[in-house]
């Protein structure tokens, strides 16, 4: 009697424990808080680089995004810079040939115009996997630039769309020579992106997006509309990728076709590598470290800055296959071994 | 009464290889059938069939009378065939909690949710938990599957298929690689399953069959070579010169 006892409390222990995991995995950490504090004090450290600082954080939206799919459901794109460009083209059309030069309400354009893509682009592509996919979503980034190239009277070309004005944030705030309105825009619309990324990542919807990572057959064995859920997570993508690229525009006042390079792809994807893909911050760590090291090393050595980035890269997935965060991690493991008795 | 499922002169060719001929089948509601053959037979192939993973090239699924030959494998699914596979399809790098959470929260409709924190969902959270407790596996709910001993993780691997909840249920050799020394926790528990519910199940060690089944169905070479109750199989010449004699001395 009384060993049965004891085996049932056991039992209602460990579901009380399980219970709680669930309950309590998405509650904020302490640490959560870190990057936010060090983005707001690098605005007061650094107050002449703030023009950079907002090519950071919209680096780090833009991984964010790209996190996303590739961290938590897995699918891997060389085309992601596909709905950056379009968002940035959104945002440089609607001040340039509508007329509208509000950048709030660009930016949700800009959103409505990738997740248009993103909805329909996914419906086909994501019947693929794999290297396919990863060919398949290359290509169609290049034929979206090939069309810009085409019609260079609307696109501006590789010579661009220069000079663009866009009317003061909240019809108040005035950007300035230093970007410092541009770099508090571009991290308030970051911090809400993020927050509803990380909503996502902890919801239900969240929960099967890590199901068909982990093993696609058997989501489909337990009646889980897999295609329905990818394309659904890859048009939010696109539509936060697309956010970042008219931020792009609208602290720089310009645009090229160059957002739809390549080069732009492969950069984010590089970064999420870098940082520690599916785990949310790895896109801060990755993108600030990507963008830092370039900004500096190309100063002091224009020609082989990408080597020191491909060095850190190579050394990352041979010694930190779950990038720097991953990394750092660990070593907060073993530290907290240490500490205990 | 119409059977719980169904199946009618099924066919499927690989090209020119022709896995399933003329299959005929019926589960009647609460059934413990056993589907035996040499490997090669088409058993597993027979499953993906019922199951809509494959499509057959000829013939005819009805489940409770319904033709579902057309529906896809998620329809399937939620019209109640579940299963089991040979090789664990597990989800590995997620706890025992969330394997099963994954399979609940889609047949309560919980999962396109995405404002909401997934242990907020409390009656897919009970439920899993009560699904790893029926099953003996509640305290390790929170330890990443992959780090199971393989027993362990075939129990996982039926905790998802009931956590479906459902009316057919499709063991595909349940114990397969699971040591003799555990193979009773996975047969006690396929023993221990809603008598209301379905099974048919592949499986090659003989006792078990006889054990467990009320009807055997011998396929071989992709066609039903006989169907009956299991003294009536264990007496069958023919049987015994598919299996060359040897597993069936056991039985």
Known sequence: MAASDVTAAVGLDARDRARAFLATRHRFGIFEALPWVLAVAAFFVFPDRMAFGSQVLLMVLFALSLDLILGFAGIVSLGHAAFFGLGAYTAALLTLRGGWEEPISGLIVAAAVAAVAGAASGWILLRYRGLTLLVLTLATTIMLQELGNLWRDVTGGYDGLPGLTFTPLLGHFDYDLYGHVNYLYALAVLFVLFMAVRTIVYSPFGQTLAGIRENVARMHAIGSPVHLRLVTVYTIAAAIAGVAGALFTQTNQYVTLGVFDFDNSAGVLVMLILGGAGRLYGAFIGAVIYMVLQDYLSKVSPQYWQFAVGLLLVLTVMFARRGLLGLAEDAMKLFARGKRP | ?251
């Open chain 2, 1 to 251: 009464m119409t059977a719980a499922l169904e199946i009618k002169n099924l066919n499927k060719n690989f090209g020119a290889l022709p896995v399933a001929r003329d299959i005929a089948l019926a589960l009647p509601k609460g059934a413990r059938h056993a589907l035996i053959g040499p490997n090669g037979a088409g058993k597993t192939t027979l499953v993906n069939l019922i199951t809509g993973v494959l499509r057959p090239s000829a013939g005819q699924i009805l489940l409770d009378g319904d033709d579902i030959t057309a529906l896809a494998q998620a329809a399937r699914t939620r019209r109640g065939i579940a299963r089991t596979f040979q090789i664990n399809q597990l989800f590995r790098g997620l706890t025992v909690l969330e394997n099963v959470y994954l399979a609940v929260a889609e047949r309560m409709r919980a999962s396109h949710r995405l404002w909401r924190p997934a242990g907020a969902e409390r009656e897919v959270v009970d439920e899993a938990l009560g699904q790893l407790e029926a099953l003996r596996l509640a305290d390790d709910a929170l330890r990443p599957v992959r780090e199971l001993p393989y027993g362990r993780q075939r129990l996982v691997e039926i905790a998802i298929a009931l956590a479906q909840r459902p009316r057919i249920l499709l063991l595909d050799e349940p114990a397969a690689g699971v040591p003799s020394s555990e193979s009773h926790l996975i047969l006690d528990a396929v023993g221990a399953l809603d008598p209301d519910i379905a099974i048919l199940i592949i499986e090659h060690d003989m006792e078990v069959v006889f054990r467990f089944a009320s009807r055997i169905t011998v396929l071989v070479a992709g066609a039903v070579l006989t169907e009956g109750p299991p003294q009536e199989i264990r007496a069958d010449e023919r049987v015994r010169a598919v299996y060359l004699g040897q597993e069936f001395r056991h039985g």
